[in-house]
């Protein structure tokens, strides 16, 4: 049952970025206005828009956050199951003073800018000694862009973010690739026109950790699950459930919880070669998605079987609370 069980902190950091993401989703717009600010707060404009300002720098400007309640949020992120293997202890190596670097950003047209990059983050992986420059694109945030083998297949092209902390050159920092996140350019692209990768921050391999995309759809939650399954990613599969979720069987063993159900699966796994969920069907409502779909099997002594079978997923707050499948195992007869 490798990979069933997932750090308590990283369950605990998942549950932050749900809830940072629903937030940055209702951002429409952004500004800085130079000159003295009034006090921080919140103005609901009467038109479903709410302006917040917030201190901005010494200088006495201000910033203004335009948010939209009614914007269109997604319903989860898809990630890769969760890995400890991808966890390890870099350092920060000090740059040449007042170092900045040229880097593309995602304005449209695309722009480049020169932004400041005090240190660069050493990490060793698989023996191999990896140096990627550290940005600092707002104050007070140490930013690695990076990409990989993974980015433009499985990943955004545009590479994947490690929000470092803020420690001395050559201090111990953690590196973990779990918490490999999605820019915030993929909630609102005029919005949020992000730094992309910096020159030498492309990693020759497969970082198989982190976001992988948004899942705007229940649906295609639905199928990211299943996707999940497919390939024994156990955590990945369970982050896209409530903790309360339960799941149903027509097997005569009545109503088990999620964790019982993930528990059995993956012993069972141990004696299966591969699994694919063929989706014939799919209907979806605002809190429930209804498919119809055929699981073949093929098990590690050859044998190949299909189960067809009709699932319900009930959803709240975008995760699923509730699974109920209606199935029938058919051999195999070729």
Known sequence: MKGFLMDVEYAQWLESRREEIAGKAKV?????????????GEWPTGAGLTV??????????????????????????????YDPAWVFEGEYREATAGRRIEVGRLTSPRSTEAIASPVDLVVTIGGTEYTLAVLEDMPGQRLVVFTDETSG???????????????????????????????YHHLSPAVFTCPLSPPGNSLPLRVEAGER?????????AIAFLRHL?????????????????????????????????????????????????????????DEVLQQHAVRVTTKDGTRG??????????????????EEYANFVPDES
């Not at 111990?172 to 779990?178: G, T």
């Not at 009709?310 to 509730?322: C, N, P, S, V, W």
């Open 28 to 40: 429409v717009g952004v500004a800085r206005v130079s000159g003295s600010h009034p006090a921080p």
């Open 153 to 183: 297949t499985e990943t955004p092209a545009i590479g994947r973010w490690l929000v470092l902390p803020q420690v001395e050159p050559g201090s111990p920092v953690m590196v973990d690739f779990n918490r490999a996140t999605l820019s």
């Open 306 to 323: 299909s189960v067809h079978a009709a699932a319900y997923f009930r959803f709240e707050d975008g995760l699923i609370t509730r699974i």
């Open 52 to 81: 917040t300002t917030t201190p901005a720098g010494a200088d006495g400007g201000y910033g203004l956050i335009v948010t939209n309640d009614k914007a269109p949020a997604p319903s989860g992120v898809d990630t890769y199951a």
């Open 230 to 286: 497919e390939k024994s990613e156990w955590t990945a599969a369970r982050a896209l459930c409530a903790g309360s979720a339960t799941v149903w069987h027509n097997d005569g063993k009545g109503q088990a919880s999620i964790d019982e159900t993930m528990r059995s699966m993956a012993a069972q796994s141990e004696t299966i070669e591969s699994m694919r969920y063929d989706i014939t069907r799919q209907l979806t409502g605002p």
């Open 213 to 221: 995309a948004l899942v705007y759809d229940l649906g295609q939650k």
